[in-house]
């Protein structure tokens, strides 16, 4: 008698029943735009993002379509969400309503560029540069869209550099930390009223990260300031790279780094 070929029968894993991180897949894409997108912010369900161009849109990520969308001049960063507000930072700083994209308040510095956005206790935390790299570190109330303060740092026409303007701050217990090349600024958050200014060897081209106490930021190496006085309380190199160009993060007793090729704790 023949052998009768047996039917084996395939089964499909389905997408839910997969681990993530093995064999992960994309549960789903969009092609929102023909032009290069920066990282969004997301909350409550739609997706807040830039183009290069300047085109801001609010994309829902349950039904895929876009919600809004709308211009902004000089717009390079993911914008700041808070509660119905969305919070952008370009040639002017700008309140949209997250339902509409309508605008709210807009805060006119007239500026060549703007850091992100850092939100604190109802006030907006930035720094800007201008056409001759004059830097200045801002306060503006997150309601009325006005000013709390404001002052320039010694770089531009007031210095020998122009400033690195796209640096956010940090704000922490009532202290605003702001870096500007290779110096770090405290200022009081409420006031503006310094409190110190410590240098470091290299370029800083992140914002700092603040935890126990302690400023850490990375130049040609990592550098652990005391929140207090900004006094150095100690610093290491990594390896041989000088590539340090992203916050480092504090997990426990350990700072996280990145030297542009790999993670070192």
Not at 187 to 211: L, M, Y
Not at 247 to 254: H, K, L, R, T
């Amino acid at each position: 008698m023949a052998d009768v070929p047996v039917r084996r029968r395939k089964y499909r894993i389905q997408p839910h029943r997969r681990r993530p991180g093995f064999r992960a897949w994309i549960a789903w894409s969009e092609r929102i735009c023909d032009r290069r997108l920066f990282a969004p912010t997301i909350v409550d369900g739609t997706a807040y993002v830039a183009d290069t161009s300047g085109v801001l849109m609010a994309f829902d990520t349950e039904t895929r379509k876009m919600r809004w969308t709308t211009n902004v001049r000089g717009l390079d960063y993911a914008p700041t969400v808070i509660g119905d507000t969305v919070y952008v930072a370009g040639t002017d700083v700008l309140a949209l309503s997250a339902n509409d994209g309508s605008e709210r308040w807009r805060f006119e510095i007239g500026v060549t560029e703007s850091s992100p956005i850092t939100t604190a206790d109802g006030t907006l935390f930035f720094k800007t540069s201008d056409a001759n790299g004059q830097g200045v570190c801002w306060a503006v109330n997150a309601d009325a869209g006005t000013e709390r303060w404001r002052i320039g740092i010694p770089s531009g026409k007031e210095g020998e550099i122009p400033s690195a303007e796209n640096v956010p701050p940090a704000v922490v217990d009532g202290v605003a930390y702001f870096v500007d090349k290779e110096d770090v600024y405290a200022f009081e958050a409420a006031t503006g009223n310094p409190r110190w200014r410590t240098s470091v060897d290299g370029t800083i081209n992140h914002a700092p990260t603040v935890a126990n106490g302690t400023v850490y930021v990375c130049g040609e190496q990592v550098f652990a300031l005391s929140a207090d006085d900004g006094n150095t309380e100690w610093t290491t190199s990594v390896a041989d790279s000088t590539r340090l160009a992203q916050s480092p993060a504090v997990m426990a007793d350990s700072v996280i780094v990145t030297d542009g090729r790999k993670a070192r704790a």
